[in-house]
């Protein structure tokens, strides 16, 4: 009988606090030799793949049905529903048109939002399709390597520079081991590993003897023991807490909610206040007359309802997902569009979103000056100026030189260009000396010139790193850099020009000065020393033990009494193009909020650079940055206080995150929360809107968010917002459209009915019901006129500047008093230029006519159809004249061209005539109908300039 498979046993849930060899023990492996390979497939078996849970895909169908889920949807389920008994009652007669045509567009609408959003999925898979991690392990005793998926507790982790660490584990030995962990704990800067045991629990940041998964190596070597994988890792925990945060509706799911709630209540009082009124009227006595009635107010509930609307709605989202996904944003949710369109708060990560990601030194101080270095990030260049202008002075130009060259030396990165791009291999901080020597000649110059020999490693104790070597025709020599005081304190001479000078105190206090105020500014400071040595201290073996080895004979001693040489200010860099997008969304009363793992100065130093802050506002004012553990002290009450005044968050955790976001949410703000790294996710997740990074950004970030940058480019996410912005506009284009459009048809029946005797309106031959337009001629108004004219606003261009004004407030409706106010005042017009036109050729009435009832019914008919017609014109803005860019949407005019030329054919296509109870128009009538319909359009110009005057603003 096969043994039972047992699971390893689970070390401390703080391995960090445990001796390394216990823990290997514990796990059950030889850190010597590693697990063997069917060890590793049985643990395999028990514990699974060491990959993070993502939820099940919903089934085709589920989504499909999905769609439907829209009160609006319930709504024209309904009209179908009554519109198939009305025609049941009817006796079957023929074909159901109304329930037919609502339920085509419901089936259409429900297939375009599947293939939308399952297009978006597609997407982001691709954007998540990249080449697997793989890690080196030690298995039966040799180095080996396997996808990260496969790595299992207790696997013995071989780390190299530049490898990606698949796995949570304890470190057993380090060399000179650095790891970037920016995207779990949000600090740019690389953390220095070793195998010593810490005394107590400290936060995950300051783990100095765990590596974690989805982190890397930029330096050095070491090993570590896997002791947990899968959901059981740090980014395991962060999605566990992801998975309990629960998402929240959006701004315009919750609108069109409320308006198909009230479009419902509407509807129903009006067909039956119609179908009253008609009832009362007529004196309805007999089954016929009942049913006639009865279709007359489904005709008005379908009139009232904008059948078009959910598939329009569905259209106009797409569009816009279709034209973020070229400017590299993938929304996954059509609504989530809208979303940014409302944001009144972009709260977003600093490294690699604000910033390039690319350290950079942009200030060197020497005993002679201050040079600033230009150009930023990794490509090589720029030059170094004193004072905005070239640097000449002799004596200072020598300086830096060694400065950087210095820091060229004592350095294990490499930069490597590719095509027209520059890469890095190894700590951001280093590489940063390699891009600075390139700028200057005569830094490469003595750079290039030397030749190492041996090194002391960097260490986190130590916090300086010594390389030993020569240059031909020179004497050995030491070059060092380190933590400033670190290195001062072991200095006993300046570099002074071609001169080096005793470092008395006054020149030590001097360049301790010059550290300070870089570190005010933001700056990381790094400084440069060096010591010229005897031969006999030189090692013969370039690759043989380094400096301090028991081998090399060398004593730590040789880095004392060295010659300063300066200090470096080194910087993330901003992208270039995050200060105009600040700028702009400032302009459009976007508050921009830095939440970041990084230090508070130099947080600061990148938010004033921005333009997110105010270079100099006093602390009050949002200038300072408040910490992770000073927000730890704050009640919700105060937290409430500072998060409405303050900019820049630093040195946060991922529940700090969580509680800003919900603070700002229930202040009323409509958050967008921006990231890249682990510790993003859940508040990503709990934002109104989650924008992930697509190329620096994790599984789970990706995973939680609702919309993913392409090219991690924070101005992409202003785009979006006007692209947003531009969405909700069009939106409320068409509602203002269809609901005005709509509620002229209302009125039009409902007044007709109740003022018959007035225009002259009484029943013709064989009609038991007096009735100014009939139910096939309302059906067909909503075809040609709520269709392709609604569409097309829907892809309307900016009309008004729509990133000059601030953000809808959340409690704002999406049909607000105004425009409730111009969709009826529009729709009362509607119906007095038909109910007028029908009176003009009708006998008796207002005006004496003599037409018969079927002409004066079409002839009101063609007017309420050019009437909505130019209402779409009317409808591309709240307040701007239809004359304001009229040409600039061709898609209109040729939807007003196709409706148009559809009424000509109802009006005079003897086979449409009969269908639609149609009669034939003279050019007489056909000029008085596009007269009437056409003080539509000058009633509202009227309507707009009043409200223009009294300073009424909307889209």
Not at 357 to 378: D, F
């Amino acid at each position: 009988m096969a043994a039972p498979v047992v699971a390893a046993p689970d070390p401390t849930p703080d391995p960090a606090l445990r001796d390394a060899a216990d823990i290997a023990r514990e796990l059950g492996v030889d850190p010597a030799v590693g697990l063997s390979t069917a060890e590793a497939a049985r643990r395999l078996r028990v514990d699974g793949p060491n990959e993070l849970r993502a939820k099940p895909p919903l089934p085709g169908w589920r989504r499909f049905l999905a769609q439907f889920q829209d009160p609006l949807v319930y709504l024209l389920l309904v009209a179908v529903a009554i519109s198939l008994l009305a025609w049941a009652a009817e006796g079957a007669r023929g074909v159901p048109i109304d329930a037919v045509v609502i339920s085509v567009v419901l089936m259409l609408n429900a297939v375009l939002g599947f293939v939308e959003e399952h297009r978006a999925e597609n997407a982001v898979a691709a954007l998540q399709s990249m080449t697997e991690t793989r890690a080196t392990v030690l298995r039966d005793g040799r180095l080996t390597t396997v996808p990260s998926h496969e790595l299992v507790r207790g696997d013995i982790l071989v780390l190299n520079e530049g490898d990606a660490v698949g796995a949570d584990a304890r470190v057993l030995s380090a060399t000179a081991l650095r790891v970037q962990e920016a995207a779990l704990t949000g600090e740019s800067e690389a953390v220095t590993k070793n195998a010593a045991t810490l005394p107590r629990r400290v936060p995950l940041g300051d783990r100095r003897n765990m590596v974690f998964k989805g982190t890397a190596v930029v330096q050095g070597v070491g090993r570590a023991v896997v002791t947990g994988v899968g959901m059981r890792t740090e980014a395991g925990a962060i999605a566990e807490l992801l998975e309990a945060t629960e998402e929240e509706p959006s701004p315009l799911q919750k609108e069109i909610t409320w308006v198909s709630k009230l479009l419902g209540v509407t509807v129903i009082a009006i067909a039956v206040a119609v179908m009253v009124l008609t009832a009362a009227v007529n004196d309805v006595d007999t089954v016929d007359e009942f049913v006639t009635v009865l279709l007359l107010g489904v005709a008005l509930a379908v009139a009232a309802v904008p059948e078009g609307l959910p598939a329009i709605l569905s259209v106009v989202l797409a569009i816009g997902v279709q034209r973020m996904t070229r400017r590299n944003a993938v929304v996954k949710k059509l609504h989530s569009v809208e979303t940014l369109g409302s944001a009144s708060v972009i709260a977003t990560d600093k490294t690699g979103t604000l910033t390039k990601n690319e350290m950079t030194i942009q200030r060197i101080r020497t005993a002679s000056g201050e040079v600033e270095l230009t150009g930023v990030g990794y490509r090589p260049d720029g030059t170094a100026l004193l004072d905005g202008k070239a640097l000449t002075d002799p004596r200072l130009a020598r300086e830096v030189s060694l400065v950087i060259a210095g820091g060229s030396i004592a350095n294990n990165a490499q930069l490597h260009r590719r095509d027209d791009t520059w890469e890095i291999q190894g700590d951001p901080t280093e590489a940063a000396f390699l891009v600075a020597a390139h700028k200057l000649a005569d830094a490469t110059e003595l750079a290039r010139a030397f030749r190492r020999r041996a090194e002391i490693p960097f260490t986190s104790e130590r916090k300086m790193m010594s390389v030993l070597g020569r240059a031909e025709d020179e004497p050995p020599t030491l070059v060092t850099k380190g933590a400033p005081d670190v290195l001062l304190r072991r200095c006993a001479a300046l570099q002074l020009g071609d001169d080096i000078v005793p470092l008395d105190d006054e020149r030590r206090a001097r360049a301790l000065a010059d550290v300070d105020e870089l570190s005010a500014q933001g700056f990381r400071t790094l400084a440069v020393a060096y010591r010229r040595i005897g031969e006999p201290d030189l090692p013969d073996d370039p690759d043989g033990p380094g400096i301090g080895d028991e081998a090399s004979g060398i004593s730590d001693e040789v880095e004392d009494d060295l010659v300063y040489v300066g200090v470096v200010g080194i910087i993330d860099p901003p992208r270039d193009e995050v200060p105009d997008a600040v700028a702009m969304a400032r302009r459009a009363g976007i508050r921009v909020l830095m939440i970041t793992g990084d230090h508070p100065r130099t947080a600061v130093r990148i938010a004033e650079d921005l333009g997110l802050i105010d270079a100099g506002a006093e602390p009050g004012a949002g200038r300072a940055a408040i910490t992770g553990a000073e927000l730890d002290d704050l009640s919700n009450r105060e937290l409430l206080e500072v998060t409405a005044r303050t900019s820049v968050y630093a040195r946060v955790a991922p529940q700090h995150k969580l509680r800003i976001v919900d603070a700002l949410q229930l202040q009323g703000h409509v958050v967008a929360m921006t990231g890249d790294g682990v510790n993003d996710a859940p508040a990503l997740k709990s934002a109104d809107i989650g924008v992930a990074m697509g190329i620096t950004g994790t599984e789970v970030t990706k995973e939680a968010a609702t919309m993913i940058l392409g090219d991690d480019n924070f101005a992409t996410i202003v785009a979006a917002v006007r692209q947003g912005r531009i969405i909700f506009d069009n939106i409320k284009k068409f509602l203002r459209y269809l609901l005005s459009s709509n509620m002229g048809e209302v009125f039009t029946v409902f007044f007709g009915v109740l003022l018959a005797g007035y225009i002259g309106l009484t029943a013709g031959a064989g009609e038991t019901i007096v009735v100014p337009l009939l139910a096939t001629q309302i059906l067909w108004i909503n075809l040609i006129t709520d269709s392709t004219p609604a569409l097309a606003m829907g892809v309307d261009p900016e009309v008004d500047d729509v990133m000059a004004r601030g953000p809808r407030r959340p409690g704002d409706r999406i049909i607000d008093g105004h425009m409730w106010a111009g969709i009826m005042s529009i729709g009362l017009v509607m119906a007095a230029v038909t109910l007028l036109t029908m009176d003009i050729f009708l006998p008796g009435g207002l005006v004496e006519g003599s037409d018969s009832l079927d002409v004066a019914r079409t002839a009101g008919f063609t007017t309420l159809v050019f009437a909505q017609l130019f209402n779409s014109f009317n409808s591309r803005s709240e307040t701007s004249s239809a004359f304001r860019r009229p040409f600039s949407n061709p898609w209109l005019w040729a939807a007003v061209a196709l409706g148009a030329a559809l009424q000509v054919a109802v009006v005079h296509v003897p086979l449409l005539q009969v269908a639609f109870g149609t009669a034939p128009l003279d050019l007489a009538h056909w000029a008085v109908a596009i007269a009437m319909a056409s003080v539509v359009l000058w009633f509202d110009e009227i309507r707009k300039v009043v409200l223009r005057a009294f300073g009424v603003d909307g889209a």
